[in-house]
């Protein structure tokens, strides 16, 4: 690769990564200062959960319920209902409309500020995704070749999803947004199934002519389909459809990406698996994966450890253990390059 270019590339992801930071700094500070209703709605505007002793519940709420309208605004999807949720003043009582079995319930809800826990979780979010942006970027930094460039390819896209963005009023803004976020996490887990294929070595299906087709064709389906139905008034039943499958697409990437690094590890010499850090990547996967599969185990049997537990692993909120995975791949990415240097 040419100085130029390399240079070219370089300013290109400083500033992406600058342009996530403020980003995801806004939304932090926002977070702070965001009310509390202690309900979750689905895009229908149907009531899927109700938390104990909230706002919600205290209004009545229940789930099932299709909210109609808050403070006589109506809205017409779960988007702008969060929206309106999102400025509506702690402590001020707000009417509520809902549809409950036909008939319309007319509820009155007082949001308050954020409960600590669900403080607790957007902070961990935030760092999370502080982390998976800074160490893959720190690790192109230092050893600015192919494989660690999809390595922070995919540190910048989860770090920016992680850390979220403020909310704006403009819809159409908003859209934008939730494209370029479907977009991230699609293409930023098949980067990383990419790493894999191009670490430490380059394998042979690389050099297909259809290689790239073949590994991006399936995420720029699904970015295709998800961002085009984004506003679209569908059943039910189809989002929930297209939900699915985009769930299972990243997971099959996601253990793709697990085999991948298994098989590089078993295949490795014992030299190469410690040159390149095949053993630290393959550590900080496991170590990030096992506490998110035992957290229903853990709350199940000891069900007064989910208030401490879930800033380890918890089902709405990522695992703080997942921040291995950027960091064991950066310092591997590292060491090999250091490694090749010195040979």
Do not use: C
């Not at 938390?51 to 919600?56: K, M, Q, T, W, Y």
């Amino acid at each position: 690769m040419s100085k130029p270019s390399q240079n070219i590339k370089r300013v290109a992801f400083l500033a992406a990564a600058i342009i996530a930071l403020v980003l995801g700094a806004s939304a932090a500070q926002e977070v702070e200062n965001r009310t509390y209703t202690g309900y979750r709605v689905s895009d229908e505007k149907r009531v899927l959960r109700v938390d104990h002793d909230s706002p919600g519940a205290a209004a009545g709420l229940r789930v099932g319920d299709v909210i109609k309208s808050l403070n006589g605004i109506p809205a017409t999807n779960g988007t702008e209902l969060q929206e309106l949720q999102r400025h509506a003043p702690a402590a001020k009582a707000w009417p509520m409309e809902v549809e409950r079995n036909g008939e319309t319930v007319d509820l009155t809800i007082s949001p308050t500020g954020l409960p600590t826990s669900e403080l607790r979780l957007a902070r961990t979010r935030s760092l999370l995704g502080l982390l998976f942006l800074g160490f893959p970027l720190w690790a192109w930094l230092k050893s600015p070749d192919s494989p660690a460039l999809l390595l922070a390819f995919f540190g910048l896209s989860f770090g920016f999803v992680l850390m979220g963005v403020p909310s704006f009023e403009s819809p159409a803004v908003r859209s934008v947004l939730d494209g370029v976020a479907i977009l991230a996490v699609y293409t930023g887990i098949t980067a990383l199934v990419h790493f894999l294929l191009a670490f430490p070595s380059r394998r042979r299906f690389l050099d297909r002519r259809w290689a790239a087709v073949v590994l991006y064709g399936p995420a720029v389906i699904v970015v295709l389909v998800s961002v085009g139905t984004l506003n679209l008034p569908i059943e039910i039943i189809s989002r929930k459809v297209l939900g699915i499958l985009s769930i299972l697409f990243g997971a099959l990437y996601f253990l793709s990406a697990i085999v991948l690094l298994i098989w590089r590890y078993v295949a490795a010499s014992r030299a190469d698996r410690a040159r390149h850090g095949l053993g630290i990547m393959l550590l900080g996967t496991l170590a990030a994966s096992v506490p998110l599969l035992l957290y229903p185990v853990v709350t199940s049997l000891w069900p007064g450890s989910a208030r401490y537990y879930q800033i380890i692993a918890s089902t709405y909120s990522p695992p703080l253990t997942l921040a291995l995975i950027p960091i064991a791949f950066s310092v591997a990415a590292v060491r090999s390059a250091r490694s090749k240097k010195g040979a």
